[in-house]
């Protein structure tokens, strides 16, 4: 999404209410777990000052996203309210502590700060409601509980390596 600044003088009085879908793809580059993203819905009210925009968003869309476990796509949704601020001109500072966005130029870009806003909602993990925990086997290796851990270390107390059994029985003679 992207507006003029002088053409967003007409909704200077009233506000300028937002209610767009946007394809934001750029998403997915970003960040390599998001396999897809569902067009997002952009809704809210923008009101304007001599050199600011004010814009209050509801920012809907789902994400496709790896499960943890299986490796299977989960669908995740995101649904947030922001509040961002855009400034030009004069007012238009790099100050770190606000959030503001400046906008260099007469066009107010909204898309980079959507995306910033998806990003940060992105979880670490996500789990597929219906998956199974798979068993790994191998060969050479297998994942077991910690009961069954237990009872193996148990088995392998009892037995003896008949290569060791002769200094088992050094220990049990007595010094004479």
Known sequence: MKWAIPQLSKYRQNGMPVDEFVQLDSVMERNGDIRAIAPVHVE???TFGSEQMNCHFRVTTTLTLPCARTWE???YPIDIE???VFRWGDMAGH???DNIHPVEGDVIDVDPVLEELILLEVPMQVYKEDAQILEPKNDHWSVMSEEEFDRQKQNDEQKVDPRLADLAK???QTDE
């Open 44 to 46: 809210g009210l923008c």
């Open 95 to 97: 100050d770190e502590m």
């Open 170 to 172: 050094f220990f049990d």
């Open 73 to 75: 796509d989960v669908i």
């Open 82 to 84: 922001a509040a961002e």
